[in-house]
């Protein structure tokens, strides 16, 4: 009686991927989990079914074909006409020290982009809470293209932190969904002082900045694009 050996090389081809395979003669072999791949000079997709394709190459192939499709219009904003748009800045006065700080970085991206001090106006509120409720009036009065919402909520010993991160981020979320304008989310939400000078301004980058540059993209997307 024959013995049962399990072949040298299983070579696994997946249907979805049964019309991909290698210019050359590319080989690969799974042994109890392990693969080995012999490399061939050039990697191409066609009809044939002689080698496997990993994955990440098939969704770069597709994604390719998907991208240089011309009847898929696409469409996005832009960071380079920011000339004429208008922009509200609502900013937290609670915890001013890291406020301050996020408004200046996004005031300073603002004037790289080209966008005048005449066409941004700064609205100071007690705490987070408060933003929601004044980002919505703002959007809706019709003068600003975008609304920026800036403030800085810190863990402390109790619950209070949860109830006003979570009452800031649906204020701002609303308020841009009932006023119909952008109304852009930086409120930090963060475990202590350290964590949100950081944010503002340290090692992690200033997240107002951050917010200015979403502001920029929505406000074109809407003035330019979605009129």
């Known amino acids: 009686m024959k013995s049962l050996a399990s072949p040298p090389c299983l070579r696994l081809i997946p249907t979805a991927h049964r019309q991909l395979h290698s210019r050359q003669s590319s080989s690969a072999c799974y042994i109890h989990g392990v693969s080995s791949v012999k490399k061939s000079n050039s990697l191409s997709f066609s009809s044939s079914a002689s080698g496997f394709v990993s994955p990440l190459a098939v969704e770069k192939e597709l994604r390719s074909s998907f991208v240089q499709t011309a009847a898929v219009r696409h469409v996005t ?22 406020t301050k700080l996020l408004l200046e970085g996004a005031i300073e991206t603002f004037k790289k982009y080209s966008v005048r001090e005449e066409d941004i106006e700064v609205i100071w509120v007690p705490g987070s809470f408060e933003i929601g409720v004044v980002a919505q009036n703002l959007g809706k009065s019709g003068k600003y293209h975008a609304v920026l919402c800036i403030g ?33 989310f930086g409120v930090l939400t963060c475990e202590d002082m350290d964590q949100a000078l950081n944010r503002s301004g340290g090692k992690a980058g200033n997240k107002g900045a951050e917010t200015a540059l979403t502001a920029l993209e929505m406000a074109s997307l809407f003035e330019h694009h979605l009129k």
């Open 152 to 184: 800085a909520v810190i863990r402390g010993d109790t619950t209070h932190y949860d109830a006003v991160a979570n009452s800031a981020a649906s204020g701002v979320l609303s308020a841009g969904i009932n006023s119909g304008v952008p109304c852009i």
């Open 77 to 98: 904003g832009s960071l380079i006409r920011g000339e004429g748009l208008r922009f509200a800045i609502v900013v937290a006065r609670f915890n001013e020290v890291v």
